[in-house]
């Protein structure tokens, strides 16, 4: 198996918009997922199903995936989203991980 | 609400089988995808397996065929088994639950999860 590109970092400003791209030959054809994971923490899913989220994500996390790229975007970028972001994807029958982004919220 | 906890050695040597169990309180394990994902450190998460109570069960083809995942359904527990580990088995080993079928599975329940250190 392989491991789905995604840029190391990300550095945003507050209230600005923070794109994270997750590339691999694949990822169209599958439904993608984005996990939030804080320092010593577990990942938290915050977008499944290329664009829907779960109860309790903020509205400001919305995704898409077209293509070989999904993308997830926070609009209004707060401090309490400086996290590392992993996406999911799949690729005959395994999951494949992206490397990480580490967003930084500046 | 759902709620994972896995537990066991956070040592084992070289060469020998790293054993962990994932305890599952909440919910049934006869339902949904069971997985253990692991993360090395400072790097991205690796999928190891899963398994779904019908018996069927799907591994990562890296493992090379080293990877076990077996349900005990009478303590709502499923346990990871995996041999021959080297330094690189070293990581923080996730169990988490996975939601719908291979494809469009999404990982929506996690344990804290546990650091395995591999050394002699």
């Known amino acids: 198996s392989y491991a789905l590109a995604q840029p190391p970092s990300v550095s945003v400003s507050p209230g600005q918009t923070a794109t994270i791209t997750c590339s691999g030959p694949?990822?169209?054809?599958?439904?993608a997922s984005w996990y939030q994971q804080r320092p010593g923490q577990s990942p938290v899913v915050v977008i499944f199903h290329d664009t829907r989220r779960p109860s309790g994500i903020p509205e400001r996390f919305s995704g898409s995936n077209s293509g070989n790229t999904a993308t997830l975007t926070i609009t209004g970028t707060q401090a309490m989203d400086e996290a590392d972001y992993h996406c999911?994807?799949?690729?005959?029958?395994?999951?494949?991980f992206g490397g990480g982004t580490r967003l930084t919220v500046l | 609400q759902v709620q994972l906890q896995e537990s066991g050695p956070g040592l084992v040597k070289p060469a020998e089988t790293l054993s962990l169990t994932c305890n599952v309180s909440g919910g049934s394990i006869t339902s949904y995808y069971w997985n253990w994902i692991r993360q090395s450190p400072g790097k991205g998460l690796e999928w190891i397996g899963s398994f779904y109570y019908s018996g069927s069960s799907n591994y990562n083809p890296s493992l090379k065929s080293r990877a076990t995942i077996s349900p005990d359904t009478s303590k709502n527990q499923f346990s990871l088994e995996l041999t021959s580990v080297t330094a690189a088995d070293a990581a923080v080993y996730f169990c988490?639950?996975?939601?719908?079928?291979?494809?469009?599975?999404?990982?929506?329940?996690w344990g804290p999860g546990i650091l395995v250190t591999v050394s002699s």
């Open positions: 988490a639950r996975g939601l719908g079928p291979p494809g469009r599975t999404t990982f929506n329940f």
């Open positions: 999911q994807a799949w690729d005959a029958n395994t999951v494949l």
């Open positions: 694949t990822v169209g054809d599958h439904y």
